[in-house]
C-alpha cells in the first residue's frame, strides 16, 4: 500500500475498507465482487448514519485515486451468495 494512503487513513482514521480494495485491485487487476451478508454495527450510533459520512468517505476514494494516479477497480456485476439458500437447478 503506498504510504501516502496509508497515512491518510491513519490520521483521518476511515476508509480502511476502501484502500483495502483498492490494494487488491491495484495488484491483481480483477475485479471485486459483492458479498451478501448482514451487517451489525457496533457502537452507541451507525456510522454511516452521521452527518458527512458519505462525503468524507468520497473524498477519500478520489484521494487514493489520486495517490494511485489511475482508478484501481474495475466495473462486475459478480455476486458471492450462501449457496445453501439458492436454487441452482
Known amino acids: 500500500m503506498p504510504s501516502s494512503i496509508h497515512g491518510y487513513i491513519t490520521e483521518q482514521r476511515n ?3 476502501i484502500a483495502m480494495s483498492l490494494l487488491v ?13 448482514k451487517i451489525h454495527e ?3 450510533s451507525e456510522i ?3 452527518k458527512g459520512h458519505t ?5 477519500c476514494l478520489n ?4 495517490f494511485y494516479g489511475t482508478m484501481p477497480l474495475v466495473p ?7 449457496a445453501r439458500l439458492e436454487w441452482f437447478w
Open 15 to 17: 476508509c480502511e475498507d
Open 25 to 37: 485491485a491495484n495488484a491483481t487487476g480483477a475485479p471485486p465482487i459483492w458479498v451478501k451478508g
Open 42 to 44: 457496533i457502537g452507541s
Open 48 to 50: 454511516s448514519s452521521l
Open 55 to 59: 462525503e468524507r468517505r468520497d473524498k
Open 63 to 66: 484521494e487514493f485515486v489520486s
Open 76 to 82: 462486475t456485476n459478480v455476486q458471492a451468495v450462501d
